[in-house]
């Protein structure tokens, strides 16, 4: 019990959450400027060395967030929930970096409309998740907490978007990609792009859970 005394008793989780959330947007709009000058490869190198750079800047933030898990004896939250909203807001910043390999490993020729309105839903759905996160401080606030349930609801209706945009894209390319081997790639970068707004969706899911208890 005493030894319980000396662990400090809230953590900065809050703030860690809103700095993971301000790389998760940082990253999809550098994989937005990466898609909309791709035709230009000095440009292309260049976004693509900003998503890494935004997905090791979360990682460190995941790790502290971890640490801090270890060390403080009363936490803002679950301890679990704590754990899962994390990993779940990494998992984004992870899929928009394998996105951008993908691209770059398979030497994609050129994107497709579809993989640019398949970004776009991505990065709306990465701003959706950072403003919900930085709602979570005050859900007690009965307007806050409606606030978080309407912003995750818009991110569940991005993720419906994306799945109608995907299997769009996935009919379009069977019928008319005559490239075997563009076919291949294309259909690795639109799966990989619609599983960002898969992970955005359980971030959301995650944080309707804390809402419900917490509000």
Request: include cysteine.
């Amino acid at each position: 019990m005493f030894f319980g005394k000396l662990l400090p008793r809230e953590g900065n989780f809050f703030e860690l959450f809103n700095q993971h959330g301000a790389f998760v947007v940082e990253g999809a709009r550098a994989f937005m400027l990466l898609v909309q000058h791709y035709s230009d490869p000095l440009a292309r190198e260049k976004h693509s060395a900003d998503v890494i750079a935004a997905e090791r800047s979360a990682d460190k933030v995941t790790a502290e967030v971890n640490r801090a898990l270890h060390r403080t004896f009363i936490t803002p939250l679950d301890r679990e929930q704590i754990h899962a909203l994390i990993n779940s807001m990494d998992d984004i910043v992870d899929l928009l970096q394998d996105s951008s390999e993908v691209m770059s490993l398979y030497d994609l020729q050129h994107v497709s409309e579809d993989v640019i309105r398949l970004t776009e839903i991505s990065v709306r759905c990465c701003e959706r998740v950072q403003h919900v996160v930085s709602l979570l401080p005050n859900l007690r606030d009965q307007a806050t907490a409606e606030s978080a349930i309407k912003t995750c609801e818009e991110i569940d209706r991005l993720e419906s978007d994306a799945d109608r945009v995907m299997r769009s894209a996935m009919s379009r390319l069977f019928r008319e990609e005559v490239d075997t081997r563009e076919l291949i790639k294309l259909k690795a970068v639109y799966e990989h792009l619609e599983s960002i707004s898969d992970r955005c969706e359980d971030v959301a899911n995650l944080i309707e859970g804390i809402v419900l208890e917490n509000s």
